[in-house]
């Protein structure tokens, strides 16, 4: 299991960009894939990218794809999210999740233990 905290997150123009960080601590020394959710008023909590700890294979939604980039730096136990061009219809919450990697890198927000609080991304038209 691991703890997770979030930070980076705020109020931005449309075509802004913000970097939000994730601060990992871990009990284990299993391979982890850390994953970035976000979720807007009504709506479910969505897929945005997931990278391996160890090895770097990195998934994003459709919608993220060539705006967004997922990063991790080891030495600082830390997982990115460079998000670049950004839409008002990336307001949401953004959430860090982390779950022991079994091969296959889950885009669904029930196959991850373990979760930060959350930090608000608002994008202004």
């Known amino acids: 299991q691991v703890q997770l905290v979030e930070s980076g997150g705020g109020l931005v123009q449309s075509g802004g960009s913000l970097r939000l960080s994730c601060a990992v601590s871990r009990r284990t020394f299993s391979d982890y894939v850390m994953g970035w959710f976000r979720q807007a008023p009504g709506k479910e909590r969505e897929f945005v990218s997931a990278?391996?700890?160890?090895?770097?294979?990195?998934s994003y939604a459709d919608s993220v794809k060539g705006r967004f980039t997922i990063s991790r730096d080891n030495a600082k136990n830390t997982v990115y999210l460079q998000m670049n061009s950004l839409k008002p219809e990336d307001t949401a919450v953004y959430y860090c999740?982390?779950?022991?990697?079994?091969?296959?890198?889950?885009?669904?927000?029930?196959?991850?233990?373990?979760w930060g609080q959350g930090t608000q991304v608002t994008v202004s038209s």
């Open positions: 990278i391996t700890w160890s090895g770097g294979s990195t």
């Open positions: 999740a982390g779950q022991i990697y079994y091969g296959v890198i889950y885009t669904v927000a029930a196959r991850y233990k373990s």
